[in-house]
């Protein structure tokens, strides 16, 4: 774990009065963009500055004036209790002037906080407990403020509890409990649904009488699930029963939250309850029948993938789709830790898994993709709890967990940022909206948006895995690139690997803190370190001759494929026979897909047969000497343990389709095809048709 600042900084020699803070202040909020659709800019943690989350309660903490706050400080086993004395400046955390019992006045900056909480922008007049606060000086002399990063370091107290010292004391604002069920209503109405959430709240603790606390939860229950707190919306549900007719609205509500939540089974069970209460109502027939359309994919992974394609738009690309994990379980890997594992033989090209994403914001600008999902995963372990779970046992890479992460503490689960972070970095996928959509050439390249997926998360890396992954919206296909035998271990490449072993590993040394053992790396390792600085040469000569593109229409000149021809068997011999026998030989694939579409310019198609047979064969599949009759359609299931594959395995196999036909071998040019939509059902995670690669 990064330093924390535990030790006690200077007292700050001068700070701002109240009056001071608040003018400068109100120059802020005067300037503030107040538009709704203002995007919200996110305070990322830097892990240099990680420091642990508070695990105590408020109650246990020794309670101290502003006054005592010390410079870059963490005020451990200490807290805070202060009235915000100003409306907040919201931009990339929400900003108020605040003070203490005895008139002190300071900046407070909340980060971090769910949009739907009522945290995201304390109003004037609320009394708030920072727990084991972090003191920050912003630059000049005087210039200082209390930073709160973990959300759950900040509490809004009830304007009742007694821990509030008296000075601070408002008394309640409404008197009774009726009162804050209008305010709630009237709140709710405005769609200011945080609000409304605060004020039954109030009227559900000021109230004995559970006649009157039954519909409040109802209502209650119907904010949290349009807020998406799908956790709170269950609770209340099922709070809101009263053995009545009317008891068939909190299992429906109920269920829906557990549908919110994808836990198909509990929701199953829950509609199936309201329907006896009620079985001839419409809306639970309809989302029972939604729900037992989710379990089923669960149990088949029968997806009608064109159809899922067709729904996904800019503005939705989350699935009503139920995940497939039947085939795979995690348990211990030999390689690190955890891993996914077959639980049954899958064939080559069989669905391994389809997993729809734990989270995944619908933000596929670059710049902001890393930022969104950080947020969404902060925001949904403190909304929804029961998420935590399965979120935080996931590997968070070096930083050192307390241990009461996701606890429940003074009414909120504990959430520390910074293992949020770690776990985003080591775990999350980038995402094009769909995979078949981003093999077209004309497509721009570069927009993914940035999801996790709790079951893909398992997955190792390997250079030559067994599975290729691809995406229709936030669903994550898992195909077989070769068969799989029950108990072995599934594998996918974390990114696309780089030809050279060293580039690749210290790419996975600076992202994931691992130096890949798979067979090609392990493999690549027996090389002495002469050959591979020859490799490195000569691909550097390849790629400088060919400006790293590959020929399009263009005649290219004999001397230039002579040049380039020649380079590349000086690459082939660089490589061991004993070393690379069944072994991918990487750097040849690029001069060779080369070579194969400069003579493809020039219509020769005996070199074209010749070079698209090398790339194969340079992606480790088994192919024969070029002259034989062979089966294409062979190559995923007889080539051994150390394939890759990748799009340019299919614009191979469709130019030696092409090239056959031309030569007149009918039949290996249809298998050719053949083995080229098998292998771009691969790629793109579903049956397709190969003329999109020309759009
Ligand atoms: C997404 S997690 C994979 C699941 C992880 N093994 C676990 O126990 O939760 C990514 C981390 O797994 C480890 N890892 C993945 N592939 C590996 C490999 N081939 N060899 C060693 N460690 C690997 C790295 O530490 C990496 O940061």
């Not at 996914?340 to 997993?355: H, M, P």
């Not at 310019?601 to 002259?627: A, I, Q, T």
């Amino acid at each position: 774990m990064a330093a924390t600042k535990d030790a006690a900084g200077p007292l700050p020699v001068r700070r701002l009065s109240k009056d001071e803070l608040v003018n400068t202040h109100k120059t802020h909020l005067e300037k503030q963009d107040n538009s709704p659709n203002a995007p919200r800019p996110v305070k990322q943690p830097i892990m240099s500055e990680a420091y642990p989350a508070s695990t105590k309660s408020i109650r246990d903490l020794e309670i101290i004036p502003l006054s005592e706050l010390r410079a870059e400080t963490h005020h451990r086993g200490k807290g805070i209790i202060v009235k915000a004395a100003s409306p907040p400046f919201v931009g990339a955390g929400a900003v108020s002037i605040v003070e203490d019992e005895f008139g002190n006045a300071d900046k407070l900056a909340i980060y971090n906080q769910a949009d739907s909480s009522i945290l995201s922008g304390v109003p004037e007049g609320c009394v708030v407990a920072v727990k084991e606060p972090y003191y920050k000086n912003n630059g000049s002399e005087d210039d200082f403020m209390i930073c709160v990063d973990h959300p759950s370091d900040v509490i809004l107290l009830r304007f009742t509890d007694p821990i509030i010292p008296e000075p601070l004391r408002l008394g309640p604002l409404l008197k009774t409990a009726e009162d804050w069920k209008n305010a709630a209503d009237r709140a709710f109405i405005e769609k200011d649904f945080p609000t409304a959430v605060f004020c039954y709240t109030e009227a559900l603790e000021a109230s004995e009488d559970e006649t009157f606390k039954a519909p409040i939860h109802t209502k209650r229950a119907g904010v949290n699930l349009i807020l998406g707190r799908y956790d709170s919306a269950k609770a209340d549900a099922m709070a809101s029963r009263n053995g009545g007719p009317q008891d068939w609205k909190a299992y429906f509500n109920a269920g829906r939250a557990a549908y919110g939540l994808c836990d198909y089974a509990e929701s199953n069970k829950l509609l199936t309850t309201a329907l006896e209460l009620n079985p001839t109502n419409a809306s639970i027939q309809k989302e029972h029948a939604r729900c037992q359309a989710r379990l089923r994919e669960e149990e088949t992974g029968d997806y009608d993938f064109p159809a899922m394609l067709a729904s996904v738009t800019p503005h939705s690309v989350h699935l009503d789709r139920g995940s497939f994990l039947r085939n795979t379980r995690v348990a211990d890997s030999a390689h690190h830790g955890r891993g996914l594992f077959a639980t049954r033989d899958i064939k080559a090209g069989e669905l391994v898994f389809a997993e729809k994403a734990t989270l995944m914001p619908n933000q596929y600008e670059p710049a902001r993709a890393s930022a969104a999902l950080y947020a969404l995963m902060v925001r949904q372990l403190c909304e929804n709890p029961s998420l935590s779970g399965p979120v935080l046992e996931l590997y968070g890479g070096e930083y050192e967990r307390t241990g009461a992460e996701g606890t429940i503490v003074d009414g909120v689960p504990v959430v520390d940022v910074f293992l949020v972070e770690g776990i985003r970095t080591k775990n999350c996928f980038s995402a094009p909206r769909s995979t078949l959509e981003d093999t077209r050439p004309s497509l721009p390249e570069g927009r993914q948006a940035k999801g996790l997926w709790v079951h893909a998360s398992y997955l190792n890396h390997a250079c030559v895995p067994n599975t290729l992954r691809s995406f229709v919206g936030d669903m994550l296909i898992s195909r077989a690139t070769r068969d799989i035998k029950e108990g072995e271990e599934i594998f996918q490449q974390y990114v696309p690997v780089k030809s050279l072993i060293d580039v690749r590993n210290k790419q996975f040394k600076e992202g994931w803190g691992f130096e890949c053992g798979c067979a090609l790396c392990a493999g690549e390792r027996r090389s002495p370190d002469a050959k591979l600085a020859k490799r490195k040469e000569l691909l550097d000569a390849v790629e400088k001759l060919c400006s790293k593109k590959l020929p399009g229409r263009e005649l290219i000149p004999d001397a230039k494929i002579r040049s380039v021809d020649r380079l590349a068997k000086q690459l082939e011999d660089a490589h061991e026979h004993d070393i690379y026998d069944s072994l991918p030989r990487l750097t040849l694939i690029y001069p060779c897909n080369w070579l194969a579409a400069a003579h493809w310019g020039r219509k020769n198609h005996g070199k074209v047969v010749k070079y698209s047979m090398k790339v194969l064969r340079n992606f480790g599949f088994k192919v024969p000497d070029e002259s034989e009759t062979w089966d294409p359609r062979e190559i995923y299931t007889s080539s051994g343990n150390a394939t890759l594959m990748t799009v340019h395995v299919v614009a191979a196999l469709r130019r030696l389709a092409v090239a056959y036909t031309a030569l007149g071998h009918k039949e290996m040019a249809d298998r050719s095809i053949e083995a080229a939509e098998f292998g771009y059902m691969l790629v793109t995670g579903f049956k397709n048709d190969l003329t999109t690669l020309d759009k």
